[in-house]
């Protein structure tokens, strides 16, 4: 493989919805350029991108691949995503080291909300678009409606490069109005027949040819005065506009093919190497310090790991973008992310499973490297002197959570150091050792995407484990003020233990006024504040103490060990068994041995009192609600708003967002539990959601009671 000089290499994310032929079109592009010598297929497993076994098993797409096209002398990186709105995660890392998105869309169905997804996400990162319409033999293909349905969504800035002569199975030629010609392909695709433009379609195509030409002249001054003047452009000053109106978002250009049929592949490949932006032509990504790295093949040597993949038969496979300087095998570099020093004995250039070793890469292309001692996803790699960092891939939330466990118990260490890795792999796969709840949690972006680490844990890791249901983290409170004394005393030979708490717990929010008094039944308590502690408990809300003792009832040695003990039921409260918050204690009374008494005995007799006190405050449970958005197609929203409703969700509010419907509720996280795949089925897989936490509220009496009785039969059990 030849050296490609950064202005000669393109970088290109195949992103789109789910069955939009992303993956059938990479192979398609491999074939085109001689990668492969047949096109292999989805149904048959043997696809350059889809080669793991999980992908073959399930048929799908679970991880990027990345795919290098030689083209025209030039060099086209591509990274095929999956569709799934589970792992979405892998078009937010491809997207990071592109310099283009390449929006596939079901002619069959028309824009999407993973269309619309996947383009707010592209916005976001500032990443020029072209749209393909695959899918054009589609036996409802409708070429029209899609183009009028981009231009509703997405404005005016769709310009048409292409237009087929006919939709559907009969697909098999269309017009570029960029080249002014007609391509026409044989039954098995491949290599067109390119002619000039028939007659009765001269009209049409000298009209949209006008509308891209004005498109383009709109991006350069200079482009923008010629046309004026002359009122046409040659084919390289149209080049040249359209390229700058991607760089700067002003023009969304649109394409047709069949990639299944291997027609209009090629002319989308000679499209994306004659015009898009090169590597240099788009701005330069900022590092961790906030100054633009620009790719200079000359500059200090930087390299960003975006992906890490372990692969049957090879191990770990460390993918990485040349951000700056030339990069030859066996140099030495330093992990400014993690410390140590890496040899790269190895670099790869990578068509899917496929590894052809090079030996220089030069700032903007991308590679990969095996058996690295240390490396990480999201790691920089430095050379000597250079101490550059890139974060610049940021990953959606998480929205489906599931606890996970070995099915062998001494398993459970080996199991997290799997997940950890995994983890590494697809930083989507989020993983959490909760001490509130004591589980293991695994977090991702749908029952898919969990379903696939589990399957990958036990077929590859040969590791059985189960899901279990997800604890929730509630929390308790109390309504009303209460009092309660409690003497711990305990004799067994020799010095005994002895320790005696008086306290008044009340409600606590922010800025309420300094206790003075408080009546319970016919008595008054006038309290003398002498110390306050406030404790901001990690877990949200405080814990505000005051030591009212007078006259030394207590001595004040033994305040902290009856703080220990009001934390000890903060961190494991008297209802459930969940963290308490926003709770002020005052303690006003007690007494004390003068041989008896020590810090043991005061710890206890602050929690039981605590606790008896916390029981005749009214308690309430509280419990996580979130804010959830779901985008869904209009004849869908009827269901999904019930299926919200019968969760206990709150409409917050209704819009349509151009023609999808946007849904805001807030729902308790407990109904979350199998929320994703309930979506997917009432919808057809045709919408997402994303949620995030809100605040905790008061669970209903009927919940709190159901909870109070589950929680007293584990006791019971124990």
């Known amino acids: 493989m030849k050296i490609y000089k950064t202005s000669e290499i393109k970088n290109i994310a195949l992103l789109g919805s789910k069955g939009s032929g992303k993956t059938t079109l990479a192979e398609s592009m491999v074939y085109e ?76 169905y028309g824009v999407e909300v993973g269309t619309q997804n996947i383009f707010r996400t592209t916005a976001q990162l500032k990443k020029p678009v072209v749209f393909g319409l695959n899918q054009m033999d589609g036996e409802k293909a409708d070429y029209d409606n899609v183009v009028e349905q981009l231009r509703e969504t997405f ?171 030339t990069l030859n095998a066996g140099a030495d570099l330093d992990n400014v992310s993690r410390g140590g020093k890496e040899r790269l004995a190895q670099i790869f250039s990578v068509q899917g499973s ?42 959606p939330a998480p929205k489906y959570i599931r606890a996970i466990k070995p099915v062998t118990e001494s398993d459970s260490e080996k199991l997290m150091t799997i997940l950890t890795r995994m983890h590494e792999e697809d930083p989507t796969w989020v993983v959490e050792q909760s001490k509130e709840l004591k589980q293991t949690l695994v977090k991702g972006q749908g029952e898919f995407h969990l379903r696939t680490l589990k399957w990958r844990i036990e077929n590859n890791e040969k590791l059985p484990v189960e899901f279990i249901d997800t604890k929730i983290p509630y929390r308790e409170t109390i309504t009303k003020a209460a009092r309660a004394d409690y003497r711990h005393k305990k004799q067994s030979g020799g010095s005994g233990q002895f320790g005696e708490v008086h306290l008044i717990i009340e409600p606590y929010t922010e800025g309420m006024p300094e206790p003075e008094s408080y009546k319970f039944g016919n008595q008054e308590y006038k309290l003398n504040v002498r110390d306050k502690q406030e404790i901001p408990l990690e877990w949200g809300g405080k814990l505000v103490v005051y030591n009212c003792i007078v ?67 009214n308690p309430k449970i509280l419990e996580p609600v979130y804010d959830v958005e779901v985008l869904t197609p209009a004849d869908t929203m009827g269901d999904v708003m019930s299926d919200l409703q019968g969760r206990r969700g709150i409409i917050m509010g ?63 059990e124990e």
């Not at 009765?200 to 991006?219: H, R, S, T």
């Open 33 to 108: 350029c001689g990668g492969i010598k047949r096109r292999g297929t989805i149904e048959a497993g043997n696809t350059v991108s889809d080669y793991f076994p999980v992908e073959k098993e399930y048929g799908y797409s679970v991880f990027s691949t990345v795919i290098s096209a030689e083209f025209n002398g030039k060099k086209l990186n591509f990274i095929d995503c999956p569709g799934a709105d589970d792992f979405v995660g892998n078009a937010y890392t491809a997207l990071g080291v592109s310099d283009l998105g390449l929006i596939l869309i079901d002619s069959n």
């Open 155 to 325: 404005g005016p800035r769709v310009v048409q490069i292409q237009y087929p002569l006919e939709c559907g199975p009969n697909f098999h030629s269309m017009i570029d109005v960029l080249l002014m010609k007609k391509y026409e392909w044989k039954a098995e695709g491949g290599v067109p027949t390119i002619s000039d433009i028939p007659e009765d379609q001269m009209e049409k195509a000298k009209e949209l040819n006008q509308i891209l030409v004005e498109a383009a002249a709109e991006n350069d001054e200079g482009l923008m005065d010629k046309y004026f003047e002359q009122g046409v452009l040659s084919e390289d000053e149209l080049r040249e506009g359209i390229r700058k109106g991607l760089v700067d978002r002003s023009i969304y250009p649109v394409v047709v093919l069949s990639a299944a049929k291997d027609m209009g592949v090629r002319r989308i490949m000679e499209f994306l190497g004659n015009v898009c932006p090169f590597v240099d032509e788009m701005p330069a990504p900022l590092n961790t310090a906030g100054a633009p790295v620009p790719p200079d093949s000359k500059g200090p040597l930087s390299l960003f790991f975006f992906k890490t993949s372990v692969e049957p038969h090879i191990g770990e496979v460390s993918y990485f973008k040349v951000m700056s300087g």
């Open 354 to 395: 496929l590894r052809t070793p090079v030996e220089t890469m030069e700032a903007g292309d991308i590679g990969a490297a095996v058996k690295l001692k240390d490396v990480r996803t999201g790691n920089t790699l430095d050379e000597k002197g250079c101490d550059w960092q890139f974060d610049f891939i940021k990953y």
């Open 551 to 617: 006259g030394g009832a207590i001595d004040a040695r033994f305040i902290p060990a009856i703080v220990k003990g009001l934390m000890d039921r903060m961190e494991q409260g008297p209802l459930t068994g969940s963290y308490a918050r926003d709770v002020r204690v005052m303690i006003y009374d007690g007494k004390m041995h003068p041989v008896d008494s020590n810090e043991i005995s005061f710890r206890l007799a602050g929690r039981n009192a605590f606790s008896e006190a916390f029981r005749n405050a």
């Open 654 to 716: 209704m819009e349509s967002e151009n023609g999808i419907e946007k849904l805001n509720a807030k729902v308790p996280l407990k109904e979350m539990a199998s929320y994703s795949t309930s979506l997917s089925s009432i919808t057809g897989g045709r919408s997402s959601f994303t949620m995030n936490f809100s605040s905790y509220e008061l669970v209903p009496g009927d919940v709190q009671e159901k909870l109070l009785k589950d929680y007293a039969a584990t006791q019971t």
